[in-house]
């Protein structure tokens, strides 16, 4: 079967790291996306990962293993304005998006 | 720079009613997608579009139909509402080639209530 897991809500202080994971079986991978969603809002696309590796963007980063199903998506130097969800996907071999119920993340002053 | 506009984006239906929610793109995307998001659950898919004139079932496509007779739009329909469709609903619109097709384009939402 196809399935994403992150965690539901994380806590974080101003100005720290925080790391958000996910992890993913699915058939066919081709490639792993994170979306950021403010409440209310609509998602916006953040990154894309289908190789191995770290991608740099920013204040943001996001990490793809294949062989462990795993990914995690790094905010450095966290401003209010991150609080947010965000949403991990994988894409299967169809070219579809499963995507994860989505992590709550708040921003502590 | 409208982007992808959907209307309404609020509505309230007694069961039984029936509506239809309509997605507008100018960034002149192949693909089109119709999602539901409800508390606690990923994003799923009710049906989307590669092209103009085609449409296909997602994940959840029970209780409602599309149209996409012009590429720009793509019409969600609800014939006969039920309290479990209420939700948030997301129109979506991407590139057609490959990878890039998961970067998507998102409309603000039509939030309905199903009464």
């Known amino acids: 079967g196809q399935n994403i897991d992150q965690p539901t809500e994380m806590t974080a202080t101003e100005g720290a790291i925080v790391q958000i994971n996910c992890t993913y079986q699915t058939s066919g991978f081709n490639g792993l996306f994170w979306y950021q969603q403010h409440a209310g809002e609509a998602p916006t696309f953040l990154s894309y990962n289908v190789l191995d590796g770290l991608e740099e963007k920013g204040r943001f980063s996001s990490f793809l293993s294949r062989s462990k199903g795993y990914s995690y998506l790094l905010l450095k130097e966290l401003q209010m304005k991150d609080s947010a969800s965000y949403l991990c996907?994988?894409?299967?071999?169809?070219?579809?998006?499963?995507w994860g119920a989505g992590t709550k993340l708040i921003i502590k002053p | 720079n409208a982007g992808v506009t959907q209307t309404p984006k609020f509505r309230v239906l007694k069961t039984g009613q029936s509506m239809t929610l309509l997605c507008a793109q100018d960034?002149?995307?192949?693909?089109m997608y119709w999602y539901r998001q409800d508390p606690g659950m990923g994003l799923r898919l009710i049906h989307y579009s590669v092209g103009e004139g085609t449409t296909a079932k997602g994940e959840v496509p029970d209780g409602y139909n599309v149209s996409r007779l012009k590429k720009q739009n793509f019409l969600l329909g609800l014939e006969s509402a039920a309290p479990s469709q209420t939700s948030v609903y997301f129109c979506?619109?991407?590139?057609?080639?490959?990878?890039?097709?998961?970067?998507?384009?998102f409309g603000e939402g039509s939030r309905l209530t199903v009464l």
């Open positions: 979506a619109s991407s590139y057609s080639s490959g990878e890039v097709t998961g970067e998507l384009f």
């Open positions: 996907a994988s894409m299967d071999s169809n070219y579809q998006l499963i």
């Open positions: 960034m002149n995307h192949e693909y």
